[in-house]
């Protein structure tokens, strides 16, 4: 049979008729006949800059998406690392920013093959400061996902802030100026668009870390929680309690009486006490006196001394006399560090405190329970008679809780111990009958930490739910809730002078409470991982911070500006810090299983600016030494060896045990808990 003419006509005009420019051209006469005349020319340009298909026309192959970003992004890496040392460390923060968009920007726009291998190239170069939020972004693989993503909208719908001084700012924007053609329009178009630059007077310094984020910068609501809170900060006294007057002079005459029995000269050449170190002396050194800097006394409602009261007094009073100096410096006093290491505990211990007189020590497991043991291997007598049969144990479990135990602490007297757990509450247990005294129950959620005030009275408890609470022992209620942060409370502690409380969270800031308000003074942001450690020196001046980035953090209380930040932890977390009785030496335990020293005022403008010696034995102390990692198939080098900064005094290492607690007893030794993994 003949084939007709125009028989395969049909199929060859749907196809036309179906193609992309048909179709416009179909819409274009109808806009026209209709009398929308703006569209219609609107819609004639976008036609002419697609091809057959519909695809926008690309006239270079570089301005694809998977060479456009990778282009621009290795352009600005490669003039950074051939920059000025001068100016590396300010440039050097503007990478992460850039990364993240350039990556967001890719998937948003369907370019996943290209987004990933982008991703995969670059970041290793981020882990080390920045690898929380690279662990939740890295679960973002569909356009849907930066819809749908938390922490992606965030990105996305705030500007990152970086600051730069004036001086390298300029020399920034002439680069992508003059190299527009290179990448510099693609990195300009992404830092005008979600970069905001922050111009600061002066010049670049070399004493600047570009690893670690700036004091304001990041994003809004994310790693400063609330904002910048530089300005206008509320006036905080950092002054020490004074004294209930009466009991000064009770502690005076006891003293007073204490040094007329030690006049014996040989007796006194046997505790090592040189004539003019009197306890009376010793005692106007660290009495607690009103002065300009000093809340009130009626600020902190405490219940009446008692004789107990005055003997502690002077228990402190004698073992500030007795205890050893510490310092940092050019020739360092290093602190000699005891070491409890505890076998058996099958990954369920979570938690150490010791008590002040060093004599007890309390520990939390997973199975909900709280073990008490004595450090000096007496057995725990209990006042209760039927205790302690059929002998006295040396160990005293305390049961009570209904789920893993993740916060103890001692009162400054030692009569008392606080347990917090997963079970919602906070108990408080008698330390003569090893009893369960009290349940207070208020939180909604887990209770991470709890920690007992100065003088006992109070105490602070850390949650779950966002919030951080003030109890007293004798309510069973909370008296403040402390609400502010953005994600669970990890760890809280005290100023010396019990008036302001100190939090650290998971949203990645720690916060200055006023235990009489409520309110929140003073807001440190800086590090990009959850905040797991907390200390207040001794004289209320400085706060340490330190997180799951592996950095330790001092900041000026006064100022809420931080002072520096130290690295040497690897990249592990930071458990525990404690400060040394004059506040200049810190020492940190975490999970890379060592005890490091650290010289607080070393690098800060403050007295002791020069640079730690090494101590013989003590590990590497150097600014260009390298840090151990722990081996595991947990703990694999990611990226470059970790350096430790040269304010790094001593490192002591453990075999195989994670350090949880390290505290200074007021004689100046450290305490050092950990548990030994086979």
């Given at each position: 049979m003949a084939t007709q003419p125009g028989a395969g006509a049909p199929a060859g005009a749907a196809h036309t008729a179906g193609s992309p420019q048909q179709l416009n051209q179909i819409v274009m006469e109808y806009l026209s006949k209709k009398g929308y005349s703006k569209t219609e020319a609107m819609l004639r340009v976008e036609s002419a800059h697609t091809d057959a298909d519909g695809r926008p026309i690309i006239a270079k192959p570089e301005e694809?998406?998977?060479?456009?970003?990778?282009?621009?992004y290795s352009h600005l890496r490669r003039w950074i690392d051939n920059s000025l040392d001068i100016y590396k460390p300010d440039l050097k923060r503007l990478e992460y920013p850039i990364f993240i968009h350039f990556y967001l920007t890719m998937i948003s726009g369907g370019h996943l093959t290209p987004g990933k291998t982008f991703w995969k190239n670059h970041v290793n170069e981020h882990e080390a400061t920045h690898g929380y939020d690279l662990e939740e972004l890295s679960r973002i693989n569909l356009p849907v996902h930066v819809e749908e993503n938390k922490l992606a909208k965030l990105y996305r719908t705030n500007k990152y802030r970086v600051k730069l001084p004036v001086t390298t700012k300029n020399l920034l924007l002439h680069f992508l100026e003059e190299t527009a053609d290179d990448g510099g329009q693609t990195l300009l178009s992404c830092l005008n668009q979600h970069i905001e630059l922050i111009s600061l007077p002066g010049r670049a310094s070399l004493f600047v870390r570009g690893a670690e984020l700036q004091e304001g910068e990041g994003i809004v609501g994310h790693t400063s929680g609330r904002g910048d809170l530089s300005e206008n900060l509320p006036n905080v006294k950092l002054g020490m309690l004074p004294m209930d007057k009466e009991l000064m002079k009770e502690v005076e005459e006891e003293l007073r009486e204490e040094d007329t029995k030690m006049k014996d000269i040989s007796r006194s050449d046997e505790l090592g006490v040189t004539a003019g170190k009197s306890l009376i002396d010793e005692f106007s050194k660290i009495k607690r006196e009103e002065g300009e800097d000093s809340p009130a006394r009626e600020a902190i409602p405490l219940p009446p001394y008692t004789i107990a009261d005055v003997e502690d007094e002077v228990r402190q009073v004698k073992e500030y006399r007795e205890k050893v100096q510490i310092k940092g410096g050019p020739s360092p006093a290093l602190p000699s560090v005891c070491m409890y290491t505890f076998h058996n505990t099958n990954d369920g211990l979570h938690c150490l405190d010791f008590s002040q007189d060093a004599e007890l020590v309390a520990g939390g497991f997973a199975e909900s329970y709280v073990r008490v043991w004595s450090l000096k291997g007496t057995p725990l007598e209990s006042i209760i008679p039927s205790e302690n049969l059929p002998v006295v144990p040396k160990s005293r479990r305390l049961i009570g809780h209904s789920g893993p135990i993740y916060g103890v602490s001692f009162s400054p007297d030692r009569k008392y111990l606080l347990s917090s757990s997963e079970d919602k509450s906070t108990r408080l247990w008698s330390m003569d009958t090893y009893t369960a005294l009290v349940v207070y129950k208020g939180h909604d959620a887990p209770v991470w930490d709890?920690?007992?005030?100065?003088?006992?009275?109070?105490?602070?408890?850390?949650?779950?739910?966002?919030?951080?609470?003030?109890?007293?022992?004798?309510?069973?209620?909370?008296?403040?809730?402390?609400?502010g942060h953005l994600s669970d409370v990890d760890t809280?502690?005290?100023?010396?002078?019990?008036?302001?409380?100190?939090?650290?969270?998971?949203?990645?800031?720690?916060?200055?409470?006023?235990?009489?308000?409520?309110?929140?003074?003073?807001?440190?942001?800086?590090?990009?991982?959850?905040?797991?450690?907390?200390?207040?020196s001794p004289d209320g001046k400085y706060l340490a911070t330190a997180g799951e980035d592996s950095l330790i953090s001092i900041w000026d209380i006064a100022g809420g500006k931080r002072l520096k930040a130290m690295r040497g932890h690897g990249k592990t977390s930071i458990y525990s810090l404690s400060f040394s009785r004059e506040s200049n030496v810190l020492v940190s335990g975490g999970a890379d299983m060592t005890v490091r020293c650290w010289d607080v005022l070393h690098g800060t403008g403050l007295p002791t600016q020069d640079a730690p010696e090494p101590m013989p034995g003590m590990g590497p102390v150097d600014?260009?030494?390298?840090?151990?990692?722990?081996?595991?198939?947990?703990?694999?080098?990611?990226?470059?060896?970790?350096?430790?900064?040269?304010?790094?005094?001593?490192?002591?290492?453990?075999?195989?045990?994670?350090?949880?607690?390290?505290q200074f007893t007021r004689k100046n030794m450290v305490m050092a808990g950990s548990a030994f993994l086979p």
């Open positions: 694809y998406a998977d060479v456009m970003y990778e282009r621009a709890v920690s007992f005030g100065p003088f006992g009275h109070y105490f602070a408890t850390a949650s779950y739910e966002h919030t951080a609470r003030l109890w007293s022992c004798d309510h069973i209620y909370p008296l403040r809730i402390f609400a809280v502690t005290w100023h010396p002078n019990s008036t302001y409380l100190f939090t650290g969270s998971a949203d990645k800031t720690a916060r200055m409470w006023d235990v009489n308000t409520g309110n929140s003074v003073r807001l440190f942001s800086g590090h990009s991982a959850p905040v797991t450690a907390i200390a207040a600014g260009a030494a390298k840090v151990d990692l722990p081996q595991g198939g947990n703990n694999k080098r990611r990226g470059k060896d970790v350096v430790a900064t040269p304010d790094q005094l001593a490192v002591w290492y453990t075999k195989k045990a994670p350090v949880y607690k390290v």
